[in-house]
């Protein structure tokens, strides 16, 4: 008995289970998650307050001041040969009718210096808005309507009260003479304030009154179709390769190293690649979504392979043993059954990496996309810019109703990231098998 008894294993000591030591456990718990608690509510008090901060700083963007005048279309002005020909009209000095509607307003204007400043109570295309009426309608000619002008940025920001009344003088670009004239109008009915549909319809200007997003928009739409074309397909096909048929070696770590480590290069390492490659050796138009195109998909191809590799790895193994007993090819059971199964990850993957391309400004400064574009582009290779490029010339423009600008096109660029990743989310859980 003593024998057998030296032969057994020593008792299991059981732990301290006193109640006080199950209290401090329970406690050191309850922080814990105390802290974990505290800490999102942080991260997500300082998330709200950062866009409640931008929305509040673009909700002027998002309207803009007008002002009413009785604007006499002279036909000895607009049309003196009375030919009607949309080359005479389009070349008519339509500024004299401005300047007209604003005299009657203000009849005690006389001197020059004050004629330019009543002047500056108009944006500086006034006159372009009354030749593109005229020309859309010829029937004004003769008549006396009001029309409503938009009015400049100085006059916008002072209606808005982003320009204060107390601020001294010299401070401010609107004096007491322009001050009183804007009250004078505001009294008589002629000041509005509407909503500013340019913003979304208009290109970039030098205005502030007149820049919209459209131009920037269409050029990161045109740039994400051309990052989408060649990214997806490329880092699909590297994925299904190296997952489904590479042999396993040096050459095939060596490649996965590489491909992690090209996720982690900053975005402006590629920038440099697309100018030195892209614009000096392939000569591609410099500015062009092309050219941002091939450089956002260099830029995001390495997140796609990974996302693709996983999707794939998700796959059960016994789909791909099904298809090969049933005869099947490994090209088949790859392309027939996990294919099929692993696109709802692919997707999200891609889309995660498109909206990181959305977000991108460094590489594309690199290629020129930075220029002043004022029109919108119509194919892969006009110039062109982006939202995040817009953002940055804007935040970096004197004038203070660029600064409404910036915020209300930052709202807009976090809208699309926002849309895009919530688009991703609902694939992965619709299309997505737990198995």
């Not at 299991?12 to 309850?30: N, Q, T």
């Not at 008090?45 to 950062?50: D, E, H, I, V």
């Not at 909700?59 to 279309?73: K, M, N, Q, W």
Request: with cysteine; charged share 20%; proline share 6%.
């Amino acid at each position: 008995m003593t024998e057998v008894a030296s032969s057994l294993p020593p008792p299991i000591r059981r732990p301290d289970v006193s109640p006080a030591r199950l209290a401090r456990r329970h406690a050191a718990e309850r922080r814990f998650r105390l802290c974990a608690l505290a800490a999102v509510v942080i991260a997500a008090g300082m998330l709200l307050a950062l866009i409640g901060t931008i929305a509040v700083q673009s909700y002027p963007a998002f309207f803009e001041t007008r002002i009413g005048l009785d604007v006499d279309f002279d036909p000895d002005v607009i049309d003196p040969a009375g030919t009607r020909a949309p080359a005479d009209l389009g070349d008519a000095n339509y500024a004299v009718l401005v300047r007209r509607a604003l005299e009657k307003v203000f009849p005690e204007v006389r001197t020059r210096r004050d004629r330019r400043a009543l002047k500056r109570l108009l944006s500086a295309d006034a006159d372009l808005a009354l030749r593109d009426m005229v020309l859309g309608n010829p029937a004004l000619i003769g008549t006396t309507q009001r029309v409503w002008l938009l009015a400049s940025d100085d006059v916008d920001s002072f209606v808005k009260g982003l320009i204060a009344r107390e601020a001294p003088q010299e401070t401010r670009r609107i004096d007491e003479r322009m001050a009183a004239w804007i009250d004078a109008l505001a009294a008589a009915g002629r000041i509005e304030t509407r909503f500013n549909a340019t913003f979304f319809t208009a290109a970039d200007s030098r205005e502030p009154e007149q820049a919209g997003i459209l131009g920037a928009v269409v050029g990161s739409a045109l740039t994400l179709i051309v990052t989408l074309a060649l990214s997806f397909p490329l880092g699909v096909l590297a994925a299904i390769y190296l997952e489904e048929f590479a042999p396993r070696g040096r050459w095939a770590d060596l490649i996965e190293v590489n491909i992690n480590n090209l996720a982690a290069v900053p975005s402006i390492v590629f920038g440099l690649l697309g100018l030195a490659i892209f614009l000096n050796v392939f000569g591609l138009p410099r500015g062009a979504p092309v050219a941002g195109g091939m450089v956002l998909a260099l830029m995001t191809l390495p997140t796609v392979i990974i996302a693709a590799r996983t999707a794939i790895k998700a796959v059960p193994p016994s789909v791909r043993e099904a298809a090969l007993a049933l005869g099947a090819s490994h090209m088949q059971a790859v392309l027939h059954h996990v294919l099929p199964l692993a696109l709802p990850g692919m997707l999200t993957g891609a889309i995660i990496g498109m909206a990181r391309a959305l977000g991108e400004t460094a590489p594309l400064l690199m290629i020129g996309m930075v220029a002043f574009i004022a029109e919108v582009p119509r194919g892969f290779t006009d110039p062109a810019t982006v939202l995040p490029v817009q953002i940055y010339l804007w935040a970096d423009s004197p004038e203070r109703a660029f600064v409404a600008k910036t915020s209300a096109a930052t709202l807009v660029l976090l809208g699309f990231l926002a849309a895009m990743n919530a688009v991703a989310v609902i694939l992965r859980r619709r299309f997505e098998r737990r198995w």
